[in-house]
């Protein structure tokens, strides 16, 4: 079964308007954590974003934000204002504490966002 | 900080012969990890090491591919004899410490495009 699931595989928005990505994930460990990252054309991969699975908040950094539902297993990313630069790859990481090797990273499929002006 | 370093940024090769990437972590960092990432499988993780010692191995795909690390700045994933189906992105990250907080994430390296012919 997959861990973690992007439905999107594109998305597309007007610029200056907000966006959400979808992510839903698959564990049983009781401790683990989400990250998003993006990938611009140029192919580096950037860290945008972290929430815990026992942050009571949910986590933001800038324009981004995090929608995060435990019970639904879904951390959806939110980009709010958004920008010509935004366009990339969005991908979606999960950790397990446990019984997911202890410190890797897995990742979803990605959602390709294009910013319209 | 110049960030996670890799090298060679492209190579093409021929099917059959032997392929070295290189990669210098980020100075301090205690974790190593190596991903390739193609548009049919996504993002997979290789290996990781830990202190320089081979954590887990599990995704390597097979004998022809090895990766070590002699010391705490310089890792090499070795592909012999290599495959067209082994052209990828190959990415190198690092990280401080497990990857438990947003202050502790992967940073990638900007990867190494291989072309097998």
């Known amino acids: 079964a997959q861990k973690i699931t992007q439905t999107q595989p594109g998305m597309f928005v007007q610029e200056k308007e907000a966006v959400t990505l979808d992510c839903t994930y698959d564990?049983?460990?009781?401790?683990?954590?989400l990250f998003w990252y993006k990938q611009p054309s140029s192919g580096e991969m950037i860290f945008l974003i972290y929430?815990?699975?026992?942050?009571?908040q949910n986590a933001t950094e800038g324009r981004y934000s995090l929608n995060f539902q435990k019970a639904r297993k879904s951390a959806n990313l939110v980009i709010s204002a958004s920008q010509l630069g935004d366009s990339a790859m969005y991908f979606c990481a999960m950790r397990e504490a446990f019984s997911g090797g202890y410190n890797k990273l897995i990742f979803g499929a990605g959602t390709r966002l294009a910013v319209h002006p | 900080d110049a960030g996670v370093i890799q090298s060679p940024r492209h190579e093409v090769t021929e099917m059959g012969q032997e392929v070295t990437l290189r990669c210098k972590p980020i100075?301090?960092?205690?974790?190593l990890f190596w991903y390739r990432q193609t548009m049919m499988r996504g993002l997979e993780l290789l290996i990781y090491?830990?202190?320089?010692?081979?954590?887990?191995d599990s995704g390597m795909p097979e004998d022809r591919f090895s990766a070590k690390m002699p010391n705490a700045s310089f890792s090499t994933l070795k592909i012999q004899p290599s495959e067209p189906r082994d052209s990828a992105v190959y990415f190198c990250a690092s990280s401080l410490g497990v990857l438990s907080s947003g202050a502790n994430v992967l940073t990638f390296g900007a990867g190494s495009r291989l072309t097998v012919l």
């Open positions: 929430q815990g699975s026992y942050d009571q």
């Open positions: 564990t049983s460990d009781p401790s683990y954590g």
């Open positions: 100075s301090g960092h205690d974790y």
């Open positions: 090491f830990n202190n320089n010692v081979p954590i887990d």
